[in-house]
């Protein structure tokens, strides 16, 4: 089984073809997937600071999203371009059934958020219009990090006020991530933000609306897609001639990466081999994720195996990993890494000492999907800064897939990015989770931990650049030092890698 076949399953255009981009991007979930996994259709909780904060609007409100069928991209030149790559990447008819439309009466979303006039300060700035500058917004916010940084408290909270006046989740971009760095800053001076970071963190995947939230964010933009798409490439290739394969996810979630990996050794030519998977993750939903890759899996004939494990990453040691001689090993880091504590926060360095661990079990491959910002032991302005260009990139992005009054946008901004945005904002210490570094300080952490980077496939890179061409031209994809970088605008926002 050679790279390729992994792009033959899961992705339906508007003319009705099937395509993989990335097993966890599918926009159509699968019937064991639907039928596995028992979602929780209750709101996100409210923000602590809603009670007593003076902001009318709150970007941690509940918005309660109604999944429809028509988020997925679905233009003209995203058909023509697919259709293109028809001879490589369709796939067999399959009976997927769409995700159904839920018979709960939402609410309109003025009933949702409070939009009642704000109190302004007796002396303010000028009123922006509704495109306000985006450079007047950001100094604004810069300056309220400054007053905060100072411990100017009058002065910071004066300029609270006066950006409470120019910030809205229905803005524009620079004005929507405002109000999520405003309700930072608060947060900060009143040391509440560890609160708010675990009341919005969401548990997968239970929470219906946050799952289709995140379909939505990686329908809309190609970043996490084409991250986790790498991969698995990366995965598929090393492994193309094992017959028994052990599959170590730090951090499964709800599990969809692997579910086109699953399909791909399938179709391999002699038959599928064995397959196990140790799924890592602190929520309750291991059980659920078990069950749909053991359903999928008896539905193409692959043998397989499912091996919970439900420690923080940390405290993974190689016996919990049941490590078998005649295995093949991949272990996968996508976008969890950066949430295990390093040696600013532990003396004991539990992120080096991870991938020490990981290296001592000699893995075929290692796959690293990370978001490329540098937010971990910068200081609170360096990393304010960064936070807001990081993901001013990201919400103009949407903005180009997303209608700015869509209840869709507002959801995945509030659940995908929100939570973090507080998180590296308000927090400090071991509370601060969100701790993303660059591509290069993980290179460096990965050659002491004793790994050699190896180049992606050249195949999946080759179908990675014309699926951009899908996309707005915006986009940029990079190969740098067999690594591929994701941006917006030359900004990179995702890098994907492969160890041995």
């Known amino acids: 089984m050679d790279s390729q076949q992994i792009f033959r399953y899961g992705y339906t255009t508007d003319s009705g073809i099937n395509y993989d981009l990335t097993s966890i991007s599918n926009p159509v979930l699968s019937e064991w997937t639907l039928n596995s996994l028992k979602f929780n259709l209750s709101g996100s909780p409210n923000s602590p600071l809603s009670g007593h904060s003076s902001t009318g609007e709150s970007p941690f409100m509940p918005v309660e999203v109604h999944p429809q069928d028509n988020t997925k991209v679905s233009s003209e030149d995203i058909r023509h371009a697919l259709q293109e790559l028809e001879t490589v990447l369709m796939a067999p008819d399959t009976d997927e059934q769409p ?23 007796h002396k303010r700035l000028r009123e922006f219009p509704d495109s306000c500058p985006q450079n007047g917004v950001k100094h604004l916010l810069i300056k309220c990090a400054e007053a905060m940084s100072d411990d100017q408290i009058e002065e910071f909270q004066y300029l609270v006020q006066e950006a409470r006046c120019v910030v809205s989740i229905h803005g524009d971009p620079i004005q929507r991530l405002g109000a999520y760095m405003l309700e930072g800053l608060v947060a900060r001076h009143e040391e509440s933000g560890t609160n708010i970071y675990k009341a919005l963190k969401c548990h997968e995947p239970e929470n219906r609306e946050l799952l289709y939230c995140m379909r939505i964010l990686y ?8 991250g986790y798409m790498a991969a698995n490439g990366a995965i598929a290739e090393a492994l193309r001639t094992e017959d028994r394969i052990h599959i170590i996810d730090f951090q499964i979630a709800q599990g969809t990466q692997w579910t086109t990996l699953i399909q791909a050794l399938a179709a391999r030519p002699g038959g599928p081999p064995h397959v196990r998977i140790t799924g890592i993750s602190q929520g309750d939903n291991l059980q659920l994720v078990g069950k749909m890759l053991h359903d999928m899996s008896r ?14 990453c940390e405290e993974v040691t190689r016996d ?21 504590p390093d040696e600013s926060v532990d003396v004991n360095n539990p992120r080096d000492g991870l991938l020490r ?17 540098n937010t971990n032991t910068s200081p609170f302005l360096a990393r304010f800064t ?39 904002i308000a927090c400090e210490g071991k509370e601060r989770v969100e701790r993303h570094e660059l591509l290069g300080k993980w290179r460096l952490r990965l ?26 031209d915006k986009y940029t994809l990079v190969e740098k030092d067999g690594a591929l970088l994701l941006g917006w605008k030359g900004r990179s926002l995702i890098s994907a890698s492969a160890w041995h």
């Open 386 to 424: 960064e936070t807001m260009d990081y993901y001013s990139a990201m919400m103009e992005s949407i903005d180009d897939s997303l209608a700015r009054e869509s209840k869709e946008r507002i959801g995945v901004e509030q659940h995908c990015m929100g939570k973090d945005i507080v998180n590296m």
């Open 219 to 226: 329908d809309m933009c190609p970043y996490f897609k084409f």
């Open 99 to 121: 995700m159904t439309t839920s018979t709960k009466t939402w609410a309109p979303l003025e009933t949702l958020i409070n939009t009642q006039p704000q109190a302004r300060p």
């Open 447 to 472: 050659c002491m931990a004793g790994f050699k980077q190896c180049p992606l496939s050249s195949y999946v890179n080759s179908v990675i650049k014309k699926l951009m061409a899908c996309y707005s």
């Open 357 to 373: 661990m990981v290296k001592r079990l000699s893995p075929k491959v290692m796959t690293l999907v990370e978001q490329e910002s």
């Open 299 to 312: 539905k193409f004939n692959i043998p397989f195996e499912f091996n919970p494990l439900a420690v923080p």
């Open 320 to 340: 919990m990993l049941k490590i078998r001689g005649g295995e093949a090993l991949a272990v996968n880091f996508s976008l969890q890494l950066h949430h295990t």
